[in-house]
């Protein structure tokens, strides 16, 4: 009789139901604490708002290996970027990494310094490798309650919800 390793065939089974990354839920249930996580985030030229702020930290609280992937725009990546600076210089028991994938046009990139940056790609090619890059996307539009068609973070969202990739929209 062949032996079956449960982890895998539980996998197996919750990736055809739920067509997910089991491995993200499942170490989320585990306190995610376990493997290095790839967060990427997209989110708009206006900056971030006190309360996305907040729920990006209880994010970041949930692992202790983490990677942020961000565009490195005028705006909420900027944030953002100052945030996980902030949480790596406080949180000194935990990694975090930070990766820029900047845009080809540079009258709207901060220039912020990471621990790698990538090369420039036009915004398109670099939002999806972005998702192509991370398990979670935390994404702050103006109105998350209002999809915009012609929205370059609207755009990510679709890209990670194609590619399942596990979204939270703040």
């Not at 990736?15 to 996580?37: L, P, T």
């Not at 953002?80 to 845009?103: G, Q, S």
């Not at 080809?104 to 939002?127: C, H």
């Not at 979670?136 to 068609?149: F, H, S, T």
């Amino acid at each position: 009789m062949k032996s079956v390793n449960f982890y895998e065939h539980f996998r197996s089974l919750f990736w055809r139901a739920f067509n997910i990354k089991f491995d993200v839920v499942f170490n989320c249930f585990n306190g995610c604490k376990m493997e290095q996580i790839k967060i990427g985030f997209t989110g708009n030229r206006f900056g971030l708002k006190p309360d996305q702020e907040e729920q990006i930290k209880l994010i970041l609280d949930k692992y202790n290996n983490i990677v942020v992937l961000h565009g490195d725009c005028i705006g909420a990546d900027t944030d953002f970027h100052n945030l996980c600076v902030n949480y790596r210089n406080t949180h000194v028991d935990k990694t975090l990494l930070i990766h820029i994938y900047p845009p080809n046009i540079s009258s709207m990139r901060s220039f912020n310094q990471a621990d790698l940056t990538m090369e420039e790609r036009p915004y398109l090619e670099r939002n999806l490798n972005i998702i192509k890059n991370s398990s979670i996307l935390i994404a702050c539009p103006v109105d998350k309650n209002k999809e915009i068609l012609r929205s370059g973070t609207w755009s990510t969202i679709r890209q990670a919800r194609k590619h399942n990739v596990l979204t939270y929209l703040f």
